[in-house]
């Protein structure tokens, strides 16, 4: 059973930075690869990056410079480095698993995780 577990989120101020966490269980982590998606309140789930098995990397417009995506398959974590926050960063974060296709559209992701809030004031 693939189990994907967020951590990280917080309250934080404008400037501030964070670092999210997705420990991944169930499955062959090295193999596949890991995204980040928020959710606004009132809005659709928005990718924000992916990392694929090989480490190649792609963001949204709307972080990059200021996010990096990364992984450790020795400990089967994917981990969102958020800096230079926002308030409309402000989001639920998920981390999902993605197990043939790659990209940046959520239909494409197999397994989720159950998010962790950012919160960001201005």
């Known amino acids: 059973q693939v189990q994907l577990v967020e951590s990280g989120g917080g309250l934080v101020q404008a400037g501030d930075s964070l670092r999210l966490s997705c420990a991944a269980s169930?499955?062959?982590?090295?193999?596949?690869?890991m995204g980040w998606f928020r959710q606004r309140t009132g809005k659709e789930r928005e990718f924000v990056a992916y990392?694929?098995?090989?480490?190649?990397?792609v963001y949204s417009d709307s972080v990059k410079g200021r996010f990096t995506i990364t992984r450790d398959n020795a400990k089967n974590t994917a981990y969102l480095q958020m800096n230079s926050l926002k308030p409309e960063d402000t989001a639920v974060y998920y981390c999902?698993?993605?197990?043939?296709?790659?990209?940046?559209?959520?239909?494409?992701?197999?397994?989720w995780g159950q998010g962790t809030q950012v919160t960001v004031s201005s």
């Open positions: 990392i694929t098995w090989s480490h190649s990397t």
């Open positions: 999902a698993v993605a197990v043939k296709l790659v990209g940046s559209t959520p239909n494409w992701y197999d397994y």
């Open positions: 169930g499955l062959t982590f090295s193999r596949y690869s």
